[in-house]
């Protein structure tokens, strides 16, 4: 229990900015309107990318053995695929829906 307290009060300035911008995050977001939902939600995607590629940097650098290291950066792989694919296969169902029937 002191350690983790010694951590919370050493991080104190980056706990203060990780809920900040977590109050910044949902203020912003929740006044979206919702026509500007789909183009947002690409370059979410394209965010998602970059974070997929670093997931797999990281990987690369870490040693055979640290294998709980390895899982977890192999789930953020996997989960950030996921997110990536599903977040354009529901902007491309949103474009269609937009497009003149023919």
Request: proline content about 3%; cysteine-free.
């Amino acid at each position: 229990m002191e350690t983790i307290l010694s951590l919370i009060g050493d991080n104190k300035e980056l706990l203060y900015f990780i809920v900040l911008s977590i109050f910044v995050g949902v203020e912003v977001i929740g006044n979206v309107p919702t026509v500007l939902h789909t183009p947002l939600m690409s370059g979410a995607n394209a965010i998602h990318g970059v974070v997929i590629v670093g997931a797999i940097i990281v990987m690369l650098d870490t040693e055979m053995t640290n294998i709980p290291a390895l899982v977890l950066g192999f789930l953020a792989v996997v989960l950030g695929t996921l997110n990536v694919v599903g977040g354009f296969v529901v902007t491309d169902r949103m474009l269609e829906m937009f497009k003149k029937k023919k």
